[in-house]
């Protein structure tokens, strides 16, 4: 079986011999766990083997780091999204608590959830947020993110379609 090679493979490579123990330096600085900074570092190389189009940076390492970042501020959602559903198994009686394996099966139904809904500005995640968890209307949720209601309207618009995409596979 042969592969097809990257066509970004050479630059991603430059990119990696010149620049990993810097980025890797700057993770370390920036997150606790050593291993973890290590594989958001293989991550950053990793997502630029997944690209299009990639064109060699003129300052290669603020593009690094800004792909880092991404991938630092996903890292962070999830954990706290974890941290948030453990929580709340703390409040329920420790005999009603889902199996070992039904949490993680909830668990990765979550981040399932979370990636979809990353998809999505900051307002229209939201505004899907409030209606579907808080149960808001869109004339209080137009109040808290500063918008009018077509806007509203227009999130929850998107947010539907995200979910469409991720059960079906295909746009509306």
């Not at 630092?72 to 941290?83: I, K």
């Not at 909830?106 to 939201?126: C, N, P, T, V």
Request: net charge positive; proline share 6%; charged share 25%.
């Amino acid at each position: 079986m042969s592969s097809v090679p990257n066509p970004h493979s050479d630059l991603v490579g430059a990119l990696y011999r010149d620049h990993r123990g810097w980025l890797l330096a700057w993770l370390r600085r920036n997150v606790a766990c050593p291993s973890r900074a290590e594989d958001l570092s293989q991550d950053t190389f990793i997502r630029l083997l997944g690209r299009d189009e990639l064109r060699e940076p003129r300052e290669p390492r603020a593009f690094l780091v800004a792909i880092a970042k991404g991938l630092l501020f996903d890292y962070f959602r999830r954990a706290a999204l974890e941290q948030a559903y453990l929580n709340e198994l703390m409040v329920i009686p420790e005999s009603e608590h889902p199996s070992p394996e039904e949490q993680h099966m909830i668990l990765e139904d979550l981040k399932a959830i979370d990636r979809l809904l990353g998809k999505l500005s900051s307002k229209a995640r939201a505004a899907f947020l409030y209606s579907r968890l808080d149960g808001l209307g869109h004339a209080e949720i137009a109040r808290r993110l500063g918008v009018s209601v077509p806007r509203v309207r227009q999130y929850l618009a998107q947010g539907i379609r995200q979910c469409y995409i991720a059960l079906y596979g295909e746009p509306l």
